[in-house]
């Protein structure tokens, strides 16, 4: 099973471009991917967990929901992320250090939460490696999928290896590579870590030059590492299938 484990309903962009389940669904059948893990961000928790719920209804064997914690000013998104988890059969929580601060009293109750409910946070850390070192050692029992393996689009060889020496010390630590770039960086965190904790993702949506070619494009980038029979397997869908109980 193929499962793309970072998709966007909406999009940071500078467009805020939105997809819909369908756009999604549509792609997915172009490029050979069996599910996808959606989300959305720029918008409040309340609306995002809004449109993942529906993408989930409307296509609900192939498009997986997670929560979105942004902090709001009106009221606890915890108890809204709490009750998509339990009754709206989401199976995770993205995270966003673009869009709030990873400090203790922000993010904590969040991971807390997670780890009651036995289910993974992705989270992109913009390059802030301090903070997963603490949220990983405070929180052990609690799956942390870095995205980008810690930054998008990241060419600086150092960081992604302050990110991975993070990763080699806590096991709770896993990596998504979607928007790697230094495509033999791939084939090493498997080395350093092994295939299980290596999770597949496009990023996606992107129309560049269309919605399936993006994606087969980027399924193509993870085969050319090097990485094949179960391995390969493994990071296209199964370590994301077990971490969400599928």
Known sequence: MVIDSHVHLRHGNAERTEYTARQIVD????????KSVVFAICTTAFDAISRARTAHELYPDRLIPYAYALPNAERSIIGCIEEAITGLDFKGIKIHAG?????????????ELADEHGVPCLIDFIGRHADLERMAR????????????????????????????????YGNVHMDISGVVLIWKIREVVERLGPERIIWGTDGPYPTPDLATYITTDLAKVRASGICGPELSAILGGNIARLLAL
Do not use: Q
Request: contains cysteine; aromatic residues 8%.
């Open 27 to 34: 792609s997915m059948d172009g490029a050979g991917v069996d």
């Open 99 to 111: 869009e709030c601060t990873l400090a203790e009293y922000v993010t904590d109750p969040v991971l």
């Open 138 to 169: 405070a929180f052990p029992d609690t799956p942390i999928i870095v995205a980008h393996m810690g930054r998008y689009l990241c060419t600086d060889r150092g960081l992604i290896d302050r990110f991975l020496g993070i990763a080699e010390t």
